[in-house]
């Protein structure tokens, strides 16, 4: 018998962001009372990279490593905060050497406002150059820039165009954005074959988001055989990445022993994991396990507190609410200062 009822995840929109060095952003994930052929995945959003807590002064000298002569001092620069000095350098070896990766360094700076004033116009014009000479990041980038509408009307045909060049050649993030249009089937016929296909090569490379749409995709066999064994190894593989959907879901599966061994225990751990990091669904379930006897030792309060939370949060539950009504005066008092001071509120 199964007690939590999986999550059931469905289709969501594209959205590029601005960074050549993509980051991946999570989504809240949906929770409909039905399967369909439709993933709801959580898209890649690029972020401007994050400078280092503490800069060090922006001077050629700190970013240079002589003990290491091939030491890329570009992308050292950058790494470290130093924006200015990064600029400077990936001019130079743009112009001097025609170097791709100076190129779409010079892009990722334009496109951020880093050590330069953003000017998308000349984060294309680098991302471009840098891309027609086969720099796969670039590509990824022009791709990310064209579908999105910065430097110039969208023009998703030729963001389609660099997203598959870009993953064509192993780029992890292209190949899941462009696995997102095929599933959507607005700038291109819906192809769930070819979106598991791109989705599988973006899992291998270890992307969290594609490891997690994947698994749903063999849960539900779009594109590919279903098979839960490897759905949920998936799912193990994402959350252990990070993916707070994929804890939700591996966390259920091992509640259930579902395509896995029982652990109780250890989906408990997951869904408390899951809540803390505000995914009302984790939240929410949490709370069912706490306040009933599924196995698993009760906790009233701390239940009731997480579907206090959870329902904030827009996740309602009439099975929670009644358990809330048959509350003592003492728990309900207890349970809603322990949800206020999770919220932060007085």
């Known amino acids: ?52 807590a503490r800069p060090e002064p922006d ?13 890329d001092l570009v992308y050292g620069a950058y790494q ?44 294309i014009e680098w991302h471009q150059r840098a891309a027609d000479l086969g720099d796969r990041e670039a590509m990824f980038a022009l791709a990310m820039l064209r579908i999105s509408g910065r430097g110039g009307p969208p023009d998703r045909a030729s963001a389609v165009k660099w997203l598959a060049s870009s993953a064509k050649l192993g780029q992890p993030k292209a190949a899941y954005n462009l696995a997102l249009l095929y599933m959507d089937g607005q700038t291109l016929p819906q192809d769930f074959k070819r979106a598991a296909e791109l989705l599988r090569s973006a899992a291998d490379a270890g992307t969290p988001e594609a490891q997690y749409a994947l698994a749903t995709f063999y849960k539900e066999g779009n594109g590919l055989e279903k098979n839960l064994y490897k ?15 994929a804890e939700v879901e591996y966390a259920i599966a091992l509640f259930n022993g579902s395509g896995t061994e029982k652990n109780e225990a250890a989906a408990v751990s997951l869904l408390r994991k899951a809540a803390r990091q505000n995914s009302a669904i984790a939240q929410n379930r949490l709370a069912r396990v706490l306040v009933t006897d599924m196995g698993v030792p009760t906790n009233k309060i701390e239940g009731l507190k997480w579907h206090i939370v959870a329902k904030t949060a827009g996740k309602g539950d009439l099975m929670l609410d009644e358990a809330m009504a048959q509350a003592t005066p003492e728990e309900r008092a207890k349970a809603e200062s322990a949800a206020r001071k999770w919220l932060g509120i007085q």
């Open 231 to 245: 759905s949920v190894r998936l799912l193990q593989a994402a959350s252990l990445a990070g993916n707070v959907d």
């Open 1 to 52: 018998m199964t007690f939590l009822r999986p999550v059931v995840i469905v289709a969501s929109v594209l959205m590029l962001g601005e960074s050549a060095l993509a980051q991946l952003q999570s989504a809240p994930a949906a929770d409909p009372p039905s399967a369909s052929k439709n993933v709801k995945t959580k898209t890649i959003k690029s972020v401007p990279p994050t400078p280092s």
């Open 59 to 71: 001077n050629k000298a700190s970013a240079q490593t002589p003990d290491d002569p091939n030491t």
């Open 80 to 123: 470290r905060g130093l924006y200015k000095t990064a600029f400077d350098l990936a001019l130079k070896q743009a112009q001097e050497n025609k170097a791709p990766a100076a190129m779409t360094m010079l892009g990722e700076l334009y496109a951020n406002g880093l050590g330069v004033k953003r000017d998308y116009g000349k984060a």
